[in-house]
């Protein structure tokens, strides 16, 4: 299949491009309504910001890796149409803020100039593909992942069958079976195994976090690498078919997954296997080349020295290539501006193998830098401040943008990252290179801090004091990675004012400290103490009869506390919803044809299967069917509209069903295209007598 991650000249790309425009000029003109808008431009990378009148971008960086020539590229755009300011995400990409919508097809165009899309990065989508900093230079792994996370990223990318799920989707590649790609929250999670010689991976399932968060389910100890995009395009048919649509909160994968059962869940992915467009690809193997730095010295003084030791012992990852090391580099809260960036991308050039992650941890790793070049580069990143001690340590914490920008934020995560951070390194020093503990922070409780998976955990919420209310704080503890695709979530111990939470934590970690055993990580002392033994000691912090005024202003904010969410976008008109879904099915026969003529039969298929969903759903909306999932609106259409089988002498679900039981042939897609318009104008003319009745 062919990669669309290319440059502007793509036509498809270009075709991409210009659409946006044209969608936000129909949308500016009331000529599409609020919510298809929103679904539109959330594929395209543009969401919703707190503040009116403003979009937050969403760039994506399968795996996370990146060029300085990449880098440089999101630093101008992010200066053109931003504020100057890169935010790293815990899906290993860049958001920036305070855009323009009528901006955003030319930021877009701006960024594929470097290879970069916005495409499919928020939404009903394949989010961005993750995988393990390490990949590739990880000395247990049984090979590097990578070219098999970009090809997973260009097989999915404008596939018709993720275009408009019911949620979205995300996929995890972990380098080893110590899974620092933290497989075991994904929908899909990959762990590299070697069996008789052959390359596989183990699979796991509908996992996730949020506020039910649930551990993936291993569903193949050993996947043979060329099943695994025919393996992960049959979850995601199941999940576009059986996934709920209606009700958000439970429309994931684990939900659906737990409804039907593990067993049902492998059945229907066994009766897609039929329809793919591939029974086995074969992965491109081909490693992203990995350029050989220039050797610069340079000698240390004697007081440099002390602090390069330390560094080096703390922020540096020895290679398994001989020689190299990977360095790296804790970024606060996430954020670095541009012009900080834009020289980071020069020493990058100069003194590494150009083959930097950004990581899910919100830091950033440069790569393959050769030994001789540490002091020089410690010394170089010293002048742009980016040398301080705790990559990936219990001062290298992970907060969301809460309050700051997102429509969902309750609590200011990131003013109350920075105070933790703050505390940990004046006052507990000695914790950043003796334990891998981590510290997590959500401002709400859909985890994007991830929370759940920290050692120690903070999640945003809210706090009553008669008819006052004040930020407040859920405190968890004992979650992690346990290795091998397991994990543990957190217990939820106990709910604070957020100014408290300070406190909290210096009672965590000097309780930690004093009562540990040598070399006792955090939650092997958590699993010894128990979950009632803290919350015991903590519960005081929950009072809240005895609350002052402080209390009711958050971190990093001067004016009293208000719970409030932030305004969305302009208004469209009122529409007819049944007319507009009837308009996208005609839209996506469109996509079939175009994609027929250019033999893409496999798509072609989808696309017509969608418009005839489209149709039927708009139809039963006059009826008040059950039109929660695909597979509801396939069984509601026959129970409410028996003169279709009448007028065709077969039912609508035999019809739509046949995408399953056939191979995506030449024969079949123009078949399968012709009962779609057949089915769409059957349904546009029952639609209009009901009208004219």
């Not at 990559?391 to 809460?402: A, E, L, Q, S, Y």
């Not at 009122?574 to 798509?603: P, S, W």
Request: proline share 3%; glycine share 8%; net charge negative.
């Amino acid at each position: 299949m062919e990669s669309f991650r290319s440059e502007i000249e793509n036509p498809i790309v270009h075709k991409d491009i210009i659409e946006l425009g044209k969608k936000i000029a129909a949308f500016r003109n009331h000529e599409m309504d609020e919510d298809r808008f929103k679904s539109l431009r959330l594929a395209r990378g543009v969401y919703g910001q707190r503040q009116e009148g403003v979009q937050m971008v969403r760039i994506k960086i399968p795996y996370g890796r990146m060029t300085a020539k990449q880098l440089v590229r999101v630093a101008n755009v992010s200066d053109e149409y931003s504020r100057g300011n890169l935010h790293i995400t815990t899906r290993q990409d860049f958001q920036i803020h305070y855009v323009s919508l009528d901006r955003t097809p030319e930021l877009w165009s701006e960024l594929e100039k470097d290879s970069i899309t916005l495409r499919e990065a928020c939404g009903n989508t394949v989010r961005n593909v993750t995988a393990s900093i390490y990949a590739g230079v990880d000395k247990n792994e049984p090979f590097d992942v990578s070219p098999y996370a970009q090809a997973v990223f260009e097989y999915f990318l404008r596939n018709p069958v993720c275009n408009e799920m019911g949620r979205k989707i995300k996929f995890a590649f972990s380098s080893s079976s110590e899974d620092a790609g933290i497989s075991f929250v994904h929908d899909i999670g990959y762990l590299p195994v070697i069996k008789n010689g052959e390359r596989g991976f183990k699979i796991l399932v509908a996992g996730g976090i949020g506020s039910q968060p649930q551990l993936a389910k291993p569903v193949y100890e050993f996947l043979h690498e060329d099943k695994i995009i025919p393996f992960t395009e049959s979850v995601l048919r199941v999940f576009d078919k059986h996934g709920e649509r209606n009700r958000r909160n439970k429309a994931r994968l684990k939900y659906l997954v737990a409804e039907i059962g593990l067993d049902a869940f492998l059945e229907l992915i066994e009766k897609e296997n039929k329809s793919l467009s591939v029974q086995s690809y074969k992965i491109n193997r081909t490693i992203p080349e990995v350029k050989t730095p220039e050797i610069v010295q340079y000698q240390l003084s004697d007081q440099e020295q002390v602090e390069f030791d330390k560094w080096v012992s703390i922020n540096t990852y020895e290679q398994k290539q001989e020689g190299y090391y990977s360095v790296g580099i804790p970024v606060k809260n996430g954020d670095i501006r541009s012009d900080k960036a834009r020289d980071l991308a020069k020493i990058i050039e100069k003194y590494t193998g150009d083959d930097t992650r950004l990581t899910a941890s919100q830091s950033i790793l440069l790569r393959f830098v050769p030994k001789e070049n540490l002091p020089t580069l410690y010394k170089a990143l010293k002048s742009l401040d980016l040398v301080q001690i705790g990559f990936h340590k219990i001062n290298d914490i992970v907060t969301c943008p809460g309050t700051d920008t997102c429509n969902l934020g309750i609590a200011s995560s990131m003013g109350l990252g920075a105070k933790l951070k703050e505390v940990v390194e004046q006052e507990y020093a000695d914790l950043i290179g003796t334990t891998d503990l981590s510290i997590k922070i959500s401002g709400c409780m859909n985890a994007c801090g991830q929370h759940t998976i920290g050692n120690i955990g903070f999640q945003g919420m809210t706090i009553k004091s008669g008819k006052l209310i004040a930020p407040a704080t859920q405190i968890l503890l004992g979650g992690g990675i346990l290795g091998n695709g397991e994990g543990r979530f957190a217990d939820k111990l106990l709910k604070v004012p957020s100014k408290r939470t300070p406190d909290v934590l210096r009672w965590i970690l000097s309780d930690y400290k004093s009562n540990k055993t040598e070399g006792q990580e955090f939650l092997a002392y958590y699993d010894e103490k128990g979950s009632d033994y803290f919350y015991q000691a903590l519960k005081h912090y929950g009072e809240v009869d005895n609350l002052e005024p402080s209390d009711f202003i958050d971190w990093g904010n001067e004016e009293e506390y208000k719970m409030e969410i932030g305004v969305g976008e302009c208004a469209g008109v009122a529409v007819d919803l049944v007319l507009t879904l009837i308009a996208e099915g005609d839209e996506k026969i469109t996509f079939a044809e175009e994609n027929l003529e250019l033999g893409n039969y496999a798509d072609s298929i989808y696309q017509a299967y969608a418009a005839t969903i489209n149709a039927g759903k708009a139809l039963l909306l006059t009826a008040k069917a059950k039109t929660n999932s695909h597979a509801s609106i396939i069984t509601a259409f026959d129970e409410q509209f028996p003169r279709f089988e009448a007028d065709f002498g077969v039912k609508y679900a035999e019809l739509v069903n046949q995408i399953s039981d056939n191979e995506p042939t030449e024969t079949f897609a123009n078949i399968y295209l012709s009962k779609a318009k057949s089915i769409s104008s059957w349904i546009k003319k029952t639609r209009e007598n009901q009208i004219n009745e």
